[in-house]
């Protein structure tokens, strides 16, 4: 019987996710995977994305859920890749990093890199910031970065999606951050 051949990860792609650590230059008081991020991500597009009502329609959210759960899959080789490193490798390469680094893990398994209805990576880049946030605020020990994400997610969200800023705020306080300072960076 010859296999068939399936567009996407590869089931060893996506066993190795579970053991990709992320957060590993910052104080963690419990380890994350990627693969715990991309659940996370993929939960909270859709999440975000109901909010859009008829927006988020069947392919809308179907794309959401694929991006969510794709988009840090070409890491599994290397390990998660800090936002500081991307930032200095951005600077000084002639196309952003994640892109690069996607565009060659997909050529190895044959396909180009996915291409995803703009709403839904919208979404999932909104969902990809407040993961961050929401767990580096639960689990992060630096104070400093843990305030730092909680105006990132402000901020992506303004830029991105600003019609879902209350919900982004309201998943921040479900996440423990007090209320006076999502108010603050939502100011």
């Known amino acids: 019987m010859t296999p068939l051949t399936i567009p996407g990860p590869t089931f060893e792609d996506i066993f190795n996710l579970g053991h990709v650590s992320r957060w590993h230059t910052k104080p963690m008081a419990v380890p994350q ?4 991020h991309e659940g ?5 597009a859709d999440r975000l994305g109901r909010h859009l009502g008829d927006r988020y329609d069947d392919a809308v959210a179907y794309d959401t859920l694929m991006w969510a759960l794709d ?3 070409p890491e599994n080789p290397h390990g998660d890749v800090p936002n500081p490193a991307k ?3 951005n600077a000084r390469l002639p196309r952003p990093y994640d892109e690069m680094v996607a565009e060659d893990w997909w050529a190895e398994r044959g396909q180009a890199v996915p291409e995803y209805h703009p709403l ?3 979404l999932g ?3 990809d910031v407040l993961e961050a946030a929401g767990r580096y605020w639960i689990y992060g020990l630096d104070q400093q970065l843990r305030q ?3 105006f990132e997610a402000i901020t992506t969200t303004r830029l991105l999606l600003p019609e879902l800023l209350h919900v982004v705020m309201e998943a921040l306080e479900a996440a ?3 209320k006076a300072l999502v108010a603050e960076a939502a100011a």
Do not use: C, F, Q, S
Not at 33 to 36: E, G, N, P, V
Not at 40 to 44: E, F, T
């Open 33 to 36: 995977t990627l693969a715990d």
């Open 40 to 44: 996370k991500v993929a939960l909270l």
């Open 71 to 73: 988009h840090d899959m």
């Open 87 to 89: 930032r200095w490798l």
């Open 120 to 122: 839904a990576v919208a």
């Open 125 to 127: 880049r909104v969902a």
């Open 148 to 150: 730092d994400m909680i």
């Open 176 to 178: 423990g951050v007090p």
